[in-house]
């Protein structure tokens, strides 16, 4: 339907003074690249089903919104958090919608993330802002925000926003107080990243029947971990998506950088900070063995989550487990 629409239906008229304003927002034809049908590539893979529940969910959006949706969709994703919805909650009605708005809710993430680095592209596509403008992003992502927070189930509406409170937290956190040492660090991921896992878990246990709450706290410390490799993938991992040193060059605190600058002698902490050397950095961590206990320490993580879960609440789905197995052994 919504395919249809963006290529000669009529579409709903804009709603609300967001929409008016990203309309207004949109920049002349040919000043800049333009959002639009043709741009767009229809979702493909085995994530076809949730992509299309994505779009679905803003069908009466405005369509300079869906254009700007559809973009980031067809940018692709691992889908991660909405994964971990669909695996916890199993075969159950309102499941697929659920993980769809979790994963909007991710996605006006990373546009927010983008504006706040300075980003001019992500998974290998432009980022919003540099196509239009950081004024046109931002409304484009609090236009999405409105949407999935008000086609949600109360409670589940509840869960949206306590996850977005958590990630405006982690976000202050990185920009504006940096920390300087691993709990610090934890604390800034626990809110930025571990907010939107700890949302899948409880979202999905919610509609499994589970108590949501031990599986919050699990998802936190599932996204502690997986932020831990990000960190690391950052430092010179191919296929992540996105410049590699991102961190170093935005002078991002990220705890394998700590972990990495202590174990250098003087000399070679002035080399790191004069800036990125990819070779010599993977060649110092390699030598020094830093990366390698991060990743052992995201490891040791994840499993004192997962048994502490299983041994009061009971087992994880075999979906979930596997799911968990990948995030921290990923390369990419």
């Known amino acids: 339907r919504f395919g249809a629409r963006m290529h000669g239906e ?14 207004a927002l949109e920049p002349p034809v040919g000043t800049r690249p333009v959002l639009g049908p043709r741009a767009v590539a229809a979702p493909r893979g085995a994530a076809d ?23 980031l969709v067809a940018r692709g ?6 994964r971990l919805v669909l695996a916890m909650a199993g075969d159950v009605e309102g499941a697929l919608a659920a993980a769809a708005r979790v994963e909007w809710l991710h996605q006006v993430s990373m546009v927010v993330d983008d504006v706040m680095d300075g980003a001019a592209w992500r998974r290998g596509s432009t980022s919003l802002h540099t196509l ?11 236009e999405l925000l409105r949407h999935v927070l008000a086609g949600a189930p109360a409670g589940e509406r509840a869960r949206l926003a306590l996850a ?5 937290r982690g ?6 107080e940096p920390p300087s040492d691993e709990p610090g660090y934890v604390a800034m991921v626990g809110a930025k990243t571990g907010a939107l896992f700890g949302l899948a878990l409880a979202t999905g246990a919610d509609l499994a029947g589970r108590d949501e709450v031990p599986a919050h706290g699990l998802g936190v410390e599932v996204g502690v971990a997986f932020q831990i490799v990000d960190d690391l993938l950052d430092l010179g991992a191919p296929d992540t998506g996105k410049p590699s040193l991102g961190d170093l060059a935005n002078g991002r605190p990220t705890w394998p950088l700590q972990v990495l600058m202590e174990r ?42 997962r048994r502490g879960f299983e041994d009061d609440h009971g087992a994880l789905p075999a979906a979930v487990h596997a799911l968990l197995d990948g995030l921290v052994d990923r390369v990419s």
């Not at 089903?49 to 973009?71: F, G, I, K, N």
């Not at 976000?171 to 504006?176: I, K, N």
Request: charged share 30%.
């Open 77 to 82: 994703g691992k889908r991660v958090r909405a």
């Open 132 to 142: 239009h403008g950081e004024p046109w992003a931002a409304a484009v992502a609090l």
């Open 49 to 71: 089903a949730l992509e299309l529940e994505m779009l679905r969910l803003l069908d009466d959006a405005s369509p300079t919104v869906r254009a700007a949706a559809a973009y």
């Open 171 to 176: 976000q202050l956190l990185e920009t504006v």
């Open 164 to 168: 977005g409170v958590e990630l405006a």
């Open 264 to 305: 250098l002698e003087p000399h070679e902490r002035d080399r790191l900070a004069g800036g990125p050397d990819v070779a010599w950095i993977l060649e110092r961590a390699r030598t020094t063995g830093s990366f390698e206990h991060c990743r052992d320490v995201a490891h040791e993580r994840l499993e004192r989550a």
């Open 10 to 23: 009529p579409a709903p008229a804009a709603h609300g003074p967001l929409a008016e304003i990203l309309e």
